[in-house]
DNA sequence: CCGCAGAGTAAAAATCGTGTAAAGGCCACT
DNA sequence: AGTGGCCTTTACACGATTTTTACTCTGCGG
């Protein structure tokens, strides 16, 4: 369990007196900080950064908070801290399911926020995550949602995309039929493995250099498909 | 990436209302449930079923909850989630600095609790330890399905592989005919040995040195077969 | 020496999984 | 209303896998 000594919090909040307040209660507990006012802002900061965890306000004038976690989630597993003033409950089940490692009321106490902030630290595996992950003449910016085969831009449809965006983040290891329906159709979806025919040939019809001959997406016969790593 | 199929949940609450409800929830939501009514029951229960994840109340006749869970983290990292009437807020962090997952404050949301309890047992998969055997010039990764014989990966097929991992586990043991049928093909195969004959050949084929002489997979004449450990 | 039982081998037959193409439906845009 | 893009659904052919069958080998006891 190696730690840099001082860890990076990326703090996404468009009230200044509370990014004034964090900044220097974090500091003062060991933190390294870096502040974005606006969703777009925190994304991008978060690409560039590699922060250890996220503090999230939920209330942004731009992106809402839930849809900034969402994109977040499409690339990292970088622990999120929800900070919000509704205390709406449907809410707080929503941003839950959809990765948030805790969610805390505005106003807070400090102390337990920074509590909370080292419970969703210990949870965090520390995996080096990229979000721009490449092979041989593919590269795949999972921040930006781009792929990119020759230096050409292939363009890829959401659904393709969602799907390829799976494989690519267990590029190496077999991810099962099952995994990828739920995840990208939803768990009504987990038999439908004809979807799956379908979509991973589009793919390959873009993605790889002799589709009827795949060297990129590979079939694991009764169990998955797998990415080339 | 094993999963049971049903969560166990250990409920340890003094106040019988409590229990009821969130038993009722619970078990609406996929989960089995245990419940203890103090903190000496909840941590011989702890041991003894070994739950999937644990709902602690602080305020218990005997034990301090603060206590229970210093005990039970001695020996496990099952996630627990505290439930409090104190909204003290001290005790919040010595609760979660104490390796509480969460802490969460009754009157709680039934709604908000179960989201809470998903967030921790989605920590708590990510953990799961990287079960890779091996011997001589054969690896074996069951987390990643993957089987290498001197680097080089060797594709077996499900029901090979399904074959193969009961050998693995149980390395070095004797493991019968009836046994491996039945959790291989069914209980309803539990007479066909031939298709041992049969798949134990392929597997033989694929990983030994020299198949017709095996000294991977050994035969235990009338009774089974067993793995070199 | 023969016959038998358990085990291994090989290959045919049956079944299942996969890739592919194409048709129909839905939606956004014009 | 028409068009184009995308998603869903269906049908079919092919290859891989599983199941079935038949045969061989070996060791043991009559």
Chains 1, 2 share one sequence.
């Not at 597993?77 to 959809?98: C, F, W, Y």
């Not at 230096?151 to 969602?162: M, P, R």
């Not at 979807?195 to 002799?210: I, M």
Request: charged share 25%; proline share 5%; glycine share 6%.
């Amino acid at each position: 369990m190696s730690e840099s000594p001082k860890p990076l919090v990326l703090l996404v909040d468009d009230e200044p007196q509370i990014r004034r307040l964090l900044t220097v209660a974090l500091e003062a507990n060991g933190y390294r900080v870096v502040t974005a006012a606006s969703g777009q802002e925190g994304l991008s900061l978060a690409a560039h950064h590699r922060p250890a965890i996220v503090v999230l306000d939920l209330g942004l004038p731009d992106v809402p908070g839930q849809e900034v976690l969402r994109r977040l989630r499409e690339w990292s597993n970088v622990p999120v801290v929800i900070l919000s003033v509704q205390d709406d409950e449907t809410g707080k089940v929503a941003a839950l399911d959809g990765g948030a490692d805790d969610y805390v009321t505005k106003p807070f106490n400090t102390a337990e926020l920074l509590a909370r902030l080292r419970v969703a630290m210990r949870h965090a595996v520390r995996q080096d995550e990229e979000s721009v992950f490449q092979t041989g003449a593919l590269v795949v910016d999972l921040a930006n949602r781009r792929v990119t085969l020759k230096g050409q831009e292939v363009s890829l449809t959401v659904t393709e995309y969602n799907l390829f965006r799976l494989l690519v983040r267990h590029a190496g290891k077999v991810v099962t039929h099952r995994q990828l329906l739920r995840e990208v159709w939803g768990p009504a979806a987990e038999e439908q493995t004809h979807y799956l025919r379908v979509y991973v040939g589009h793919l390959r019809d873009k993605l790889e250099a002799n589709p009827s001959e795949p060297s990129l997406i590979l079939t694991e016969q009764g169990v998955g498909y797998r990415l080339k790593s």
